[in-house]
T-cell receptor
């Protein structure tokens, strides 16, 4: 069974430029998460989708970040404009359902460097 | 107070020894507990989940949960150099719309 797929794996952009990340979850997983991981820290949730609905986006900096999951499968996270502090690894994860007993599986991540 | 705290490490053990990784969490209502392994430059990989008090064993790994003390641990028996990685403790808090909270991780080095 294929795991969570993300692209690109690496991205280097100048500040103020836009950037987008793509994620395809494990087949059959209804819940999709975007996390950000800074160096030396654990992942922090940005947004969670149940099918097409964003059910938890309280941690998403909405002035510059946006996300969509139009058909309830793959998802795109966008930053516009990027700032130096956005340099991090952006991780996508999925689980069968949301809830206490559903394990989350991560994709390989996108390492973003903003110069 | 952070949601999830882990001993800062780094932790260094010889090959064949038992590595003990510890984690405490702040919210007594937390319900599910996970250990992820993260190799340098890679993404977190789920290795253990535990939901009730006591021990759960899977091969060389044993997860221990004590909800009264708000404490989770991971024991790695017969440690191997390939176990060298950062281990992240994660705690799920909330109901259906809850969230997974991660600690900063403990870096483990197993030397031959």
């Amino acid at each position: 069974e294929a795991g969570v797929v993300q692209s690109p794996r690496y991205k280097i952009i100048e500040k103020k430029q836009p950037v987008a990340f793509w994620c395809n979850p494990i087949s059959g997983h209804n819940t999709l998460y975007w996390y950000r991981q800074n160096l030396g820290q654990g992942p922090e949730l940005l947004i969670r989708y149940e099918n097409e609905e964003a059910v938890d986006d309280s941690q998403l900096p909405k002035d510059r970040f946006s996300a969509e999951r139009l058909k309830g499968v793959d998802s795109t996270l966008k930053i516009q404009p990027a700032e130096l502090g956005d340099s991090a690894v952006y991780l996508c994860a999925s689980s069968l359902r949301g809830g206490i007993s559903y394990e989350q599986y991560f994709g390989p991540g996108t390492r973003l460097t903003v110069t | 107070q952070k949601e999830v705290e882990q001993n800062s490490g780094p932790l260094s053990v010889p090959e064949g020894a038992i590595a003990s990784l510890n984690c405490t969490y702040s919210d007594r209502g937390s319900q599910s507990f996970f250990w992820y392994r993260q190799y340098s430059g890679k993404s977190p990989e789920l290795i253990m989940s535990i939901y009730s008090n006591g021990d759960k064993e899977d091969g060389r790994f044993t997860a221990q949960l004590n909800k009264a003390s708000q404490y989770v641990s991971l024991l790695i028996r017969d440690s191997q150099p390939s176990d060298s990685a950062t281990y992240l403790c994660a705690v799920y808090r909330g109901s259906t719309l809850g969230r997974l909270y991660f600690g900063r991780g403990t870096q483990l080095t197993v030397w031959p």
